[in-house]
């Protein structure tokens, strides 16, 4: 998987870190190439060891909704089929999914033991649509409502969302990457395009101030200011033992 440069996406990833009154919201949306070369090759063929690309894998039904996707949408790749399989998509398209996962979060995170059942595909668009406004508007207020229009226009202008599948990585604590203490929810969409050979990957998560991950960054200026202060206060104790200790040599 090959990351594609996006300007527009890469002006709209600087206005996806909202900090509110209670909490941080970081975003980034990112395209990728479905084309594989070198490693990925390599990758894939140790893949296909547990089963042929064409074979369907089975998926978790979808969080937004108690309905199966295919009961709502019909499948753009041609993975999935009627009745039974409606809950599933071919290996190489989990494939894509892995590895999509792997160069966004890549060297932090290794997610190679990713099976079908941490997937789900979306209903339809304005499904994913409405959950990720509802979300974000709901945590962000008007610093997304300002920003709601131009981040899907650049999203159908890279992948053409009328012509996409839709899945989301719904992983358990063990294995989510936002699964940190203070992580209040988080989201991740993959916008697969099986004619452009293309996934535009919408990750975003909410973060409080108040319980903060240590590798988050966030609350760092309130420790310094802390630690300044106790630094303060023991260099005044510090003082003022010396003077009591003057006095009495003095006597």
Known sequence: MKLLENSSFEAINTQLTI?????KIIGRIESYSCK?????????KQFCQEGLPHVLEALSPPQTSGVSPNKLSHSQSGDEGEGPLSDKCSRKTLFYLIAT????????????????????????????????????????GEAYSRLQ??????IDNEISLAECDIYSYNPDLDSDPY?????LWSFNYFFYNKRLKR????????????????????????D?????????????????????????CAQ
């Open 36 to 44: 594989m070369a070198g490693e990925d090759k390599q990758m894939f």
């Open 19 to 23: 900090e509110t009154g209670d909490c």
């Open 224 to 248: 310094l200011d802390l630690d300044e202060g106790s630094y303060e206060e023991e260099e005044e104790e510090e003082n003022m033992d010396e003077e009591r200790f003057g006095a009495l």
């Open 199 to 222: 996934i535009v990957f919408f990750t975003c998560r909410s973060v409080s101030l108040f319980m903060a991950p240590r590798d988050s960054g966030i609350g760092t200026e309130l």
């Open 101 to 140: 996962l792997n160069e966004s979060f890549r060297p932090d995170y290794d997610f190679s033991r990713t099976r079908g059942h941490d997937f789900s595909r979306e209903p339809s668009v304005n499904w994913v649509f409405n959950a990720v406004n509802s979300s974000l508007s709901a945590a962000a």
């Open 149 to 154: 229009p131009q981040l899907w226009e650049a």
């Open 179 to 183: 699964g940190e203490e203070g992580n």
